[in-house]
């Protein structure tokens, strides 16, 4: 196990490497007065594009542009975002936790209904709640992410007077919370809040996320339960289910013990997968409910062409499919002993 986790780290900085050649080419398709723009957090600095064109070796040839570029990457140095009118860094560090907050709530319940609704449906192949809950699945998968939000907004929020708002927080609690009185640990609303013993601020954070956390659940949940029904049924269909059923194994230790155990290693590949994007941002339910996470800024970045920011994107996203890849096989070899690492 450890001599896999060696090896699959070792691949990791391989991958990287392949990305920051890729990252660097795209990047060198423009001329070294755009590259300059991404050092510019001033406009009085237009002045001296030449001094930041020599500073930062944009014109040298091609391999020591790589070799500063890199050595910039590895001081934390990514640029200047012009949409979060901060340093890329720092503009990640910031709006992280509430796309971390929105996938913390809305991961558990894909996964676990996506499961759930999965195997009942297996179970009871063909009956009225399998079709039931296999026209739910098409129904969800079929439906807009976009058409769906603005829908949720106009009744919950429109129809019924603000009762479920968007964005992250309501403004008395974001100037509160924002003040002296409230310290920021995680930069997450709900956690500070629990942290701080502010309840109201918890209960006006929930509020905010619900609209937003029922449309992922409603449409990524129906991925999961489809790839877990259909995983379900040919575990059922195995032999060692015949097996255990004839030794006088009842139902239900059959279902959860043999069938269900086998049947989540496919389900777990496309969970690593709608994690790590919910991680990576959602780009159309935070634009739509205004909740100021990476999927927003990088949406703003990719209209006003921030190139500093859309690498960052492009980084961030590349480093966290291949760590989801790595937990996932670890997973593999949890959920059934007989996949082993070598």
């Known amino acids: 196990m450890k001599t896999y986790i060696i090896r699959r780290l070792l691949l990791l900085f391989v991958v990287l490497f392949g990305v920051s050649i890729l990252v660097f080419a795209i990047l060198s398709l423009f001329s070294p007065e755009?590259?300059?723009?991404?050092?510019?957090?001033?406009?009085k600095q237009l002045r001296d594009l030449q001094e930041i064109i020599q500073t930062h070796h944009l014109d040298a040839p091609i391999h020591v542009q790589?070799?500063?570029?890199?050595?910039?990457?590895l001081r934390g140095d990514l640029g200047w975002s012009i949409t979060a009118q901060r340093p890329v860094l720092k503009a990640l560090f910031y709006f992280l936790p509430n796309t971390i907050e929105l996938a913390l709530f809305s991961a558990p319940l894909i996964i676990v209904i996506g499961i759930w609704l999965g195997s009942v449906s297996a179970v009871h192949q063909n009956r009225l709640i399998d079709h039931t809950?296999?026209?739910?699945?098409?129904?969800?998968?079929?439906?807009?992410?976009?058409?769906?939000?603005?829908?949720?907004?106009?009744?919950?929020?429109?129809?019924?007077?603000?009762?479920?708002?968007?964005?992250?927080?309501?403004?008395?609690a974001n100037l509160y919370?924002?003040?002296?009185?409230?310290?920021?640990?995680?930069?997450?609303?709900?956690?500070?809040?629990?942290?701080?013993?502010?309840?109201?601020?918890?209960?006006?954070?929930?509020r905010h996320l619900v609209l937003p956390v029922i449309t992922l659940t409603v449409v990524q949940c129906a991925l999961v339960m489809r790839i877990m029904r259909s995983s379900m049924l040919e575990a059922l269909g195995r032999g060692y289910i015949?097996?255990?059923?004839?030794?006088?194994?009842?139902?239900?230790?059959?279902?959860?013990?043999h069938a269900r155990r086998n049947a989540l290693i496919p389900v777990v590949t496309v969970s690593g997968w709608l994690i790590a994007g919910l991680a990576g941002g959602v780009v159309i339910t935070e634009t739509i409910f205004s909740r100021k996470g990476l999927g927003w800024w990088w949406a703003?970045?990719?209209?006003?062409?921030?190139i500093p920011a859309i690498l960052c994107a492009v980084l961030f996203n590349a480093i966290l499919f291949v760590v989801t890849n790595l937990v996932v096989d670890l997973l593999y070899a949890y959920i059934d002993p007989r996949v082993t690492l070598k």
């Open 133 to 172: 809950t296999r026209t739910l699945a098409i129904i969800g998968w079929s439906l807009p992410t976009f058409w769906f939000g603005l829908m949720l907004l106009m009744i919950f929020y429109g129809y019924f007077r603000g009762l479920l708002p968007p964005e992250a927080l309501s403004t008395k």
């Open 34 to 43: 755009q590259r300059a723009s991404v050092f510019i957090t001033d406009v």
């Open 242 to 257: 015949t097996t255990a059923r004839a030794k006088g194994a009842s139902e239900a230790t059959v279902v959860k013990r």
């Open 177 to 206: 919370v924002q003040s002296a009185e409230f310290v920021r640990y995680t930069r997450i609303n709900t956690i500070d809040a629990l942290l701080n013993w502010k309840f109201w601020i918890l209960l006006d954070a929930l």
């Open 300 to 306: 703003r970045a990719a209209v006003q062409l921030d």
């Open 66 to 73: 790589y070799y500063y570029w890199v050595k910039a990457l």
